[in-house]
């Protein structure tokens, strides 16, 4: 009976194991540090400490310090595993892409955080991004629905709001 016993449990870590092999698997996510929720200050904490957007890709074929359009100046935009791997698909993004777009004055002086996030269910009339603006030092200027984000990015609703580019296929 014992013998059974041992390697029922045997049987049991090895069934336990191949599960959480395989959700590593399916999932892009690029950290073990879990998303967070639709909130500014969560939000930045995540993308400044737990997964620092400065060691993200930039946008596949953008470079660093370009020149942006209108309203926009002097620009480098971030993206995070989530959003690269949607581009790279050329699919609508997938939930916790982060997109960060730092913007530059003329002399090289950091102005402002754009950032939109992609939460599952929390904006669905509105591409479920959530949107943010920070100063440099972190502090939000707007968050959430913002009207304004939405009414000008809605431009490019059938790219998923997005301007960067036109990766949506
Ligand atoms: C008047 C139009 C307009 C408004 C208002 C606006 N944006 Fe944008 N935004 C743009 C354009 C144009 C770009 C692309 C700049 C480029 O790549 O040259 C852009 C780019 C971005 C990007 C990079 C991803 C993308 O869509 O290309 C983010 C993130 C972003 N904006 C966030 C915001 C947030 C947050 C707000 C509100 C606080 C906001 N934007 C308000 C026009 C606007």
Not at 42 to 56: A, G
Not at 124 to 138: H, L, R, V, Y
Request: charged share 25%; hydrophobic share 40%; proline share 4%.
């Amino acid at each position: 009976m014992k013998k059974f016993k041992a390697i029922g449990v045997l049987i049991f870590l090895l069934m336990s194991l191949g599960t959480v092999y395989a959700i590593h698997q399916t999932q892009p996510a690029e950290t073990q540090v879990a998303l967070p929720g639709p909130r500014a200050d969560s939000l930045y904490k995540y993308i400044t400490v737990e997964d620092d957007y400065r060691n993200w890709s930039v946008w596949p074929g953008k470079g660093k310090k370009i020149k942006g359009r209108a309203p926009l100046g002097i620009i480098t935009t971030y993206v995070n595993e989530n959003a690269l791997y949607s581009i790279r698909a050329g699919d609508k993004m997938v939930n916790g892409s982060i997109v960060v777009t730092e913007n530059y004055n003329e002399n090289g002086k950091l102005l402002a955080l754009f950032v939109m996030y992609k939460i599952k269910g929390y904006n669905p009339s509105a591409g479920d991004w959530f949107w943010a603006e920070f100063n440099p030092k972190g502090k939000v200027i707007v968050s959430g629905k913002v009207d304004a984000c939405i009414k000008c990015h809605e431009q490019k609703k059938e790219n998923d709001y997005i301007f960067t580019e036109d990766f949506v296929k």
